[in-house]
């Protein structure tokens, strides 16, 4: 027997071993699998309900639609503003569209139509960038910046974006509008669509030229034939701004913002708390975003459920959409249109007499009674080309010395101070110290209504100094304060100068009042309208007070907002912007029939200053002329004496329908007419147009 040989015994010991460790290799494995079995079955059981509504998982997502904003009425219910259907391109963003898929998208659409790339930022360029070369991207970052998290590193990466690439794709006109087209495509929130590129409302089908970067049908008929190479990409219709009556009053209907301006930063607060989304295009001027609550719509609202892989399931709309509510403004547009042909042609006709700094005339008409505005009209001319723009904001943005006009207020102030009724007062020139002041003629001993009538200073002089507690000594100081120009102030204020109007447009200005601590004889300027300034708004408001018989109605240009209706009407009424009488001036009903007597003077009686202007219409008004100094766009002509030629008046003169206000400022002639045929003329033409409405 060998050394390697075994016992039975041994041998039977080391198979008895290897059984019990086999066995309890098949009970470990046993052990093992029934763990597992029990497992699963925990897992099936218990969880599975739970796991399978993991694994089949539904998320919902919320969009928006564009849609339309609310439209403008006239007073005569005809539509001023309006939206036109146009056809646009629009891209929608879904959830598993990764950034280099859109910029493949992006490329393949710049083959098909041309984009104005001028909104574009240097962020926006870096942004691009970054997606377009990766691989360069990478090389921006440092090993260890590479281990940063995205949020962290990607800053870095923007800032360093080679400026010599910026420059390159800056002179690449096709990748610059790839730019331009990738920005827009992911300017906004997932399944909304983001507007690429929108067409002209005036576009013609036959048009082939493409200005400013605007959709062509040649082009939206080239992206129709290869939308299934495009994925996101659609052919909508979107909505832009018209306006029946042309170029009239655009400015004071305003400006909307396009979809890259999207919601105004400085009101950004307002408009998230209201549900905006950050492009969405809203009022920026005027009446559009004074009224920015009530013509801004109501967006459908649509839910899109989708699994795991944002793979999109379902979409329903949850809530409908409605275009913005209507207003109803308070212009007369047919009367609009009259009145701003008459200020063109006698601006022409003055400049050709001679009054080369004459660039501007404003006429406001309203009703005295409820504040209505009928017309606000202002034309200015650009003296390089000589075209006639719309200035129409500039009756309650600018300000200008109103002369004579403001008498009617001097008087009425004499009498809140005492001064009596047929008070009379010699008209003669004062000298104070080396200075002389006088009327534009001497006309001796007169009572106030003559003072109105013939436009005596020194009248107003009187009234000022008594006001003032001052005597007057010939050649001697006038020894008025700050405190007697400021009591002037608030007598006029009861008229609406020198104060806000209170209409419902913003920017308005108050007026224009120095501050001089050294007041003497500029009190007296103050009396005759040669100092303070005032809007033509705000004179239009002062005479509507002379008017209705001494109320301040704050002017109105939108007197209700309606729901939207489907067809060609305006809808039913939601909001009626009642009348607001802001105050009554302190003064007796005769005080005011009294300055109401004076200015049918001026117009009806031998000696007026405006006498038989306005032939058979009964008209009550008051000329004025102020000595003004030039002080716009030409600093050359700074400085140099010109005049203001002003008129305020209301038209019946019993029962009036309207009253009004003409200011031309820059005049070279206080002797030109432009001021007076103006007022005639607008007058006629207010008259002539409600005829024709009588006819109706």
């Known amino acids: 027997m060998t050394g390697s040989s075994q016992s039975p015994d041994q041998a039977k010991k080391k198979r008895r071993s290897r059984i019990i460790r086999i066995n309890l290799y098949f009970f470990a494995v046993f052990a093992l699998f029934s763990a597992l079995i029990i497992r699963l079955g925990v897992v099936q059981i218990v969880h599975g309900e739970e796991y399978t509504q993991e694994v089949t998982k539904v998320e919902s997502s919320y969009a928006t639609y564009p849609a339309p904003r609310g439209k403008m009425y006239d007073r005569n219910h005809k539509v001023v503003v309006d939206n036109k259907s146009i056809p646009a391109i629009s891209y929608t963003l879904e959830k598993h569209v990764k950034p280099d898929e859109m910029l493949a998208t992006a490329r393949k659409l710049a083959e098909y139509i041309n984009i104005d790339p001028s909104f574009l930022r240097e962020r926006d360029l870096r942004d691009y960038w970054l997606v377009a070369y990766p691989e360069k991207a990478k090389k921006l970052l440092s090993e260890s910046e590479k281990t940063l998290e995205a949020k962290k590193s990607y800053p870095l990466q923007v800032e360093r974006v080679p400026e010599s690439e910026l420059k390159r794709i800056k002179n690449d006109p096709k990748e610059y509008e790839i730019v331009a087209i990738f920005r827009r495509f992911a300017g906004g929130s997932y399944y909304e669509p983001q507007i690429v590129s929108s067409m002209d409302p005036d576009k013609k089908q036959s048009d082939k030229d493409n200005p400013g970067g605007k959709l062509t049908y040649e082009e939206v008929s080239k992206v129709s034939e290869h939308l299934d190479e495009l994925p996101g990409v659609d052919i909508i219709t979107d909505w832009t701004r018209s306006y029946p009556f042309g170029g009239v009053l655009s400015s004071i209907f305003g400006n909307i913002t396009s979809p890259e301006q999207g919601i105004l930063k400085e009101r950004e607060d307002y408009y998230k708390t209201r549900g905006y989304a950050g492009n969405d295009r809203v009022g920026k001027s005027y009446i559009e975003y004074q009224y920015e609550e009530d013509l801004n719509p109501v967006k459908p609202k649509i839910k899109f459920e989708e699994d795991n892989n944002g793979n999109i399931l379902s979409r329903t709309e949850v809530e409908k959409g409605r275009r913005g509510y209507d207003l109803q403004l308070s212009f007369d547009m047919e009367l609009q249109k009259k009145v701003e042909k008459i200020i063109e042609e006698e601006l022409r006709a003055s400049r050709g007499r001679g009054n080369y700094m004459l660039d501007r005339a404003f006429v406001v008409m309203m009703d005295p009674n409820n504040g209505d505005v009928l017309s ?33 207020a001097t008087v009425l102030a004499g009498y809140q101070f005492g001064i009596p009724h047929r008070q009379f007062f010699t008209d003669r020139p004062l000298h104070l110290g080396t200075l002389t002041k006088s009327s534009w003629k001497t006309m001796g001993t007169i009572n106030d209504l003559t003072a109105l009538k013939q436009s005596s200073n020194v009248y107003m002089f009187e009234i000022a100094m008594n006001i003032a507690g001052v005597n007057y000594t010939p050649y ?63 004179l239009a408001q002062y005479v509507s007070v002379i008017a209705n018989g001494g109320y301040r109605v704050q002017p109105r240009v939108v007197s209700s907002v309606h729901q939207p209706d489907n067809g060609e009407t305006i809808g039913p009424v939601l909001k009626d912007n009642k009348p607001n009488i802001l105050n009554r001036i302190n003064n007796s009903d005769e005080d005011i029939e009294r300055v109401q007597q004076g200015f049918k003077m001026v117009t009806s009686s031998p000696g007026g200053t405006a006498f038989g ?29 010109t005049y203001n030629l002003t008129f305020a008046g209301y038209y019946p003169s019993e029962n009036p329908q309207v009253a009004f206000s003409v200011i031309v400022p820059w005049v070279q002639s206080d002797k030109d007419r432009i001021s007076k045929n103006i007022s005639k003329r607008v007058i006629d033409a207010y008259v002539d147009q409600q005829k024709e409405y009588s006819k109706e």
């Open 613 to 641: 202007l306005f032939g058979s219409n009964d008209v009550s008004g008051k000329t004025g002329t102020a000595q003004a100094h030039y002080y716009d766009v030409n600093r050359e002509w700074f400085g140099r004496e």
């Open 376 to 408: 606000m009209a202002g034309k200015k001319v650009d003296y390089q080309t000589g075209k006639m723009n719309d200035f129409s904001y500039g009756a309650f943005t600018t300000q200008y010395q109103i002369g004579s006009t403001i008498k009617g």
């Open 476 to 538: 001697g100081p006038l020894p008025a304060d700050f405190e007697d120009l400021e009591t002037m102030r608030n007598y006029y204020s009861q008229f609406g100068l020198g104060v806000p109007t209170g209409i419902d447009l913003p920017n308005e200005a108050a007026g224009g009042k120095s501050d001089s601590r050294m007041v003497g004889g500029l009190l007296l300027d103050e009396a005759i309208g040669q100092y303070d300034t005032y809007t033509p708004l705000q």
